[in-house]
């Protein structure tokens, strides 16, 4: 093959070389120009990764691909694959200075080799990296780069994308599947396959699982490239690659372009805060921390031995915000989950004294990690409107969602790590302590207006060792069902968005793990289907009702009726639309005792339906008849004016509509 082995077949593109422009080729700026390099030095260039990586083209007549990587304190860069027979010197790549980019078009090299860097140090060292703006990977355990054409991907989602502009989170509702495609589903298989199901197949389980149960939105779990399953994919060494281990770039558009069609956002998370040690990834990448802290006080994560990415440096901020729009732009996925934000803001995060390095005023505040939050979310919400920017931020750091003018982070949405722990430790607790922690039920509701909040059961809760969602309820085997129903109406009753990890909607009994798929033979036992015909309802109740989240960031939402009834632990609280027409009580009973001459005290005379009961026979519930309205009467209870007396059963979930 042309250009195999001998070193004068490469062609070196820098700037001022004039490229013949071929049917089919791309323009000659996606050479490496003296702009592209200033861009990059100042942090700005957001579509750096159509320069930088791995670009099959056309130039001067001849097929063939353009390579290019940033490493400004190597010695040398050669580029090795299945088309030189990974010879280590025959394709050189020319050094562009001032900022050390190493660029070069070899011809004949196309789409599916596979390729490295041979990145040789200034103290002689070899170094055989992936390219970190590769858009495709080899298969693990293989740790090589593919060359791929991502230019052609097809879409036909253009009226999502159009409604996509106009959508405001805050008032839509979002109720979010979490899912690990790895181990959703898999195919029987031996020893030796993974039996995972490709991006395209994945796709349409999905979607008629998700149409199904009512959610709005997937966040998929270890979609960018990475090398150890048992990572969970955050610990990434392929940035710009979807995994290889579902599929192809364009079995991935494939699948979003499905969802899109079908009505479903997708959501990624996404790791900006840390990458692995792996030989062939981001750390030592040119024989120096060049995307990482030099100072292994700042740069590396005692507790998860990784690294932490330099946000100091502003072509390691623009490899990581030319990122974030990438997804967006390339694979048109509709928000992003930040992984792991408290970790990047705070310098002591896990870290003891000693281990740690002050800021400049002396505090524990990463500075340069603040500034890219805000460069980051106000760049993304402002160019892509209706994107949804989410942070892991287990802390109580202020203004989150807050904007980045008014010192706020940017966020359009936080985890509420807050309520997912109290709601959790209250609901662990035998019924009869569950009076004495009445409070971790309605703490809450004193900060539900500080953010813009999404409440949150995810993979996290349910792993090694923390117990699966019913295993962590209290009591025999029926009252685990009945609690956990239980807890998933306080939550969807609460104001928030919505997010449940898969297997929690049928009560998986195992805990998660990413080496099995979940424990879907479980359908074929009544309880389970029960539950999951429960929170199918809470879900399409959720959808369509306004009320559940039309006006979940402003206090005219939500009404307590009573928060105080700890003795019989029965919370009561209203619902409100906007316009006050749509709205819902809901009543909860957190013991095994049934009030059969419950009493609850309501805002206005008018009649009450019945429109949810935990009760019903298809929820797994006693079937007992109940009257479908209930009219209130003029009788002060709860500090209300009037009321009506309704029978509460054990466990009891009733919501009326009014």
């Known amino acids: ?311 100091s440096k502003n072509e390691v901020k623009n490899f990581l915000i030319a990122n974030a729009i990438f997804w967006v732009e390339q694979f048109h996925v509709d928000g992003l989950r930040v992984d792991a934000v408290a970790s990047m803001l705070y310098l002591d995060y896990g870290k003891s004294d000693g281990q740690w390095v002050a800021n400049k005023y002396g505090g524990n505040k990463n500075l340069e990690a603040i500034e890219f939050f805000k460069h980051l979310n106000s760049l993304m919400t402002g160019r892509y409107p209706g994107i949804m920017m989410i942070a892991e931020e287990s802390t109580a750091w202020p203004k989150v969602t807050g904007k980045p003018e008014e010192d706020g982070l940017g966020f359009t949405m936080k985890w509420n790590m807050g309520w997912m722990h109290d709601f959790l430790e209250y609901m662990k607790l035998d019924p009869y302590f569950r009076k004495y922690n009445h409070n971790k039920m309605t703490f809450a509701m004193t900060y539900a207006y500080s953010e813009r909040y999404v409440l949150v059961l995810s993979h996290d809760e349910v792993v090694h060792l923390k117990c699966s969602m019913i295993n962590k309820m209290p009591g025999e085997y029926e009252d685990k069902f009945s609690n956990l129903k239980a807890g998933y109406s306080f939550m969807f009753g609460h104001p928030g968005k919505k997010l449940l990890f898969m297997g929690q909607d049928f009560a998986q009994f195992q805990e998660w793990s990413e080496e099995r798929e979940l424990d879907w033979y479980l359908l074929g036992e009544e309880k389970h289907r029960q539950l999951q015909n429960y929170v199918r309802e809470l879900l399409h109740l959720y959808k369509k009702t306004p009320a559940m989240y039309q006006a979940d960031c402003e206090p005219s939402g939500f009404e307590w009726i009573n928060a105080d009834d700890s003795s019989r632990s029965i919370f009561s609280f209203v619902r409100h639309s906007r316009d006050q027409k749509s709205n819902l009580l809901f009543v909860i009973n957190f013991t095994p005792v049934a009030r059969p001459d419950y009493r609850v005290g309501v805002p206005r005379r008018k009649q009450y339906r019945l429109v949810l009961n935990s009760d019903d026979a298809r929820f797994g519930g006693s079937g007992k008849e109940q009257p479908e309205v209930y009219r209130a009467v003029k009788k002060e209870c709860d500090g209300k004016e009037f009321s009506f007396a309704y029978d509460l059963p054990a466990y009891g979930v009733a919501v009326f509509k009014f």
């Not at 079995?251 to 499905?258: G, K, S, T």
């Open 1 to 311: 093959m042309e250009g195999r082995t001998k070193k004068k077949q490469v062609e070196t593109k820098t700037t001022g070389k004039k490229g013949s422009r071929q049917a089919g080729g791309k323009q000659k700026d996606d050479f490496i120009t003296e702009l592209d390099q200033y861009l990059f030095g100042q942090g700005t260039h957001y579509d750096i990764f159509r320069k930088l990586g791995a670009h099959p083209m056309e130039y001067n007549g001849k097929k063939g691909t353009h390579f290019a990587v940033w490493a400004p304190n190597a010695k040398e860069v050669y580029v090795i694959g299945s088309f030189n027979e990974w010879e280590e010197t025959s394709h050189p790549l020319e050094r562009l200075d001032p900022l050390g980019i190493y660029a070069a078009f070899i011809p004949n090299v196309g789409v599916g080799e596979l390729y490295k860097y041979l990145i040789i140090t200034r103290d002689g060292k070899k170094l055989y990296k992936a390219d970190p703006f590769a858009n495709y990977a080899e298969f693990r355990p293989g740790t090589a780069s593919r060359i791929a054409d991502i230019s052609k991907l097809r879409w036909s989602d253009s009226t999502w994308m159009e409604k996509r502009k106009m959508f405001d989170q805050d008032s839509s509702p979002v109720s979010i599947y979490e899912v690990h495609p790895g181990s959703w589903r898999k195919h029987p298989h031996g020893e030796e396959e993974s039996g995972y199901y490709n991006y395209r197949e994945f796709a349409h389980a999905l979607v008629d699982y998700v149409k199904d149960m009512g959610y709005t939105h997937v966040e998929l779990i270890g979609i960018a490239e990475h090398p150890f399953d048992g990572s969970w994919g955050y610990q990434v060494t392929g940035y710009y690659a979807p995994t290889s281990r579902y599929g192809t770039p364009e079995d991935f558009a494939y699948f979003v372009n499905y969802l899109h069609r079908n009505k479903i956002g997708v959501i990624l998370d996404w790791v900006p805060a840390h990458f692995p040690r792996d030989a062939q990834g981001l750390a030592d990448f040119d024989g120096t921390c060049l995307y990482e802290y030099a100072d292994p006080r700042k740069g590396e994560h005692p507790d998860w031995g990784t690294k932490i990415f330099d946000y």
